[in-house]
C-alpha cells in the first residue's frame, strides 16, 4: 500500500437458521483521506428474504426469485462500518 494510501473493506458474515448477518467495516491508511462510498450488496443462493435491517432499522431489498438473489443499497458513507441482517 503506497505510503498509506489506501482503503480496505472487510466484509464478514455469519449465518443461523433464519439469518444471515453481513458485517462490513472500512479501513484506511495514514495519508488517505476517507472517500464517500455506496455498496450495494448482491446475496446469491438464498430463500426469499422477510426483510432487512442496516444497524437495526429497516433497509428496502429487491429479490429475483429466478435467480434467488436479494439485492440491497447501502448508503454512500464515509469510513464505514455497518451490521446488515438477513431474515
Avoid: N
Amino acid at each position: 500500500h503506497a505510503k498509506g494510501k489506501y482503503e480496505i473493506a472487510r466484509f464478514t458474515a455469519s449465518a443461523r437458521p433464519g439469518a444471515l448477518d453481513i458485517g462490513i467495516a472500512t479501513e484506511t491508511g495514514s495519508a488517505f483521506g476517507p472517500a464517500v462510498r455506496a455498496y450495494t450488496l448482491h446475496v446469491h443462493g438464498i430463500d426469499k428474504p422477510k426483510g432487512m435491517l442496516l444497524d437495526g432499522q429497516p433497509l428496502a431489498c429487491t429479490w429475483d426469485a429466478k435467480t434467488r438473489v436479494a439485492k440491497a443499497a447501502l448508503p454512500a458513507r464515509a469510513r464505514l462500518q455497518a451490521a446488515l441482517r438477513i431474515e
